[in-house]
């Protein structure tokens, strides 16, 4: 088991967010959250990032553990340069007054020890993955289309050489077409690359066929979990979450 959240009680405030969640995550899975707006889902990946105030959850029990540790007094910026952890977070938050290759070289900061070949090799697999950001790596990111940005987004999460890496909402605001093709390249990289990929997703119907497992959140409570092929057939989560 590679990431395990148990029994975990998150407030923002005064209020509860998460009420006892359970969820595990082993290596070299997809596993999604499905959910309505505000089930507890980016919450959640918030929660595991340890995001720091004034928007950080605050956990009240139970506890998040990675390869078998607590990671609940990691400070934020360990989670990724130490415990190998990434967010691409949702509405993207690139940089846009940086250029591409800007964003992308600014993910390495924590790299200071690897060789230069190392970080250029995967910055090559980046381009190679998303070609149109090695079309555009001069310009500024604030001037691409969305689709674009949210590979941005995508790869500059994946230089920091992470080896979990949390995608919120990497559909939102996109064309059909290129939510597809988001999706392809996560199962890509996720079957060539064994990289271990959870996906925080409203549209329930695309991450079940993306996913290896899933967990149905509501109102900050899992209410289903199981294989992804298994809850896609579920006929209340159908109901609820796949149009009928």
Known sequence: MLLSIENLFVKYGNIEALH???FHVDQGEIVTLIGANGAGKSTTLNTIMRLPPPEAPRVTAG???????????VEPHDVVAKLNLALAPEGRRIFGNLTVMENLTLATYARKNDPASEIQRDLSRIFDLFPRLAERK???SESLSGGEQQMLAVGRALMTKCEVLLLDEPSMGLAPLLMYEMFRTLKQINQEDGLTIVVVEQNAKVALSLAHRGYVLDTGEIVAS???????NDPEVKKAYLGG
């Open 20 to 22: 006892g969640i359970s």
């Open 63 to 73: 506890d998040i553990k990675y390869r078998g540790q607590s990671i609940l007094t």
């Open 138 to 140: 001069n310009q500024r």
């Open 226 to 232: 199981g294989p992804a092929e298994k809850l896609a």
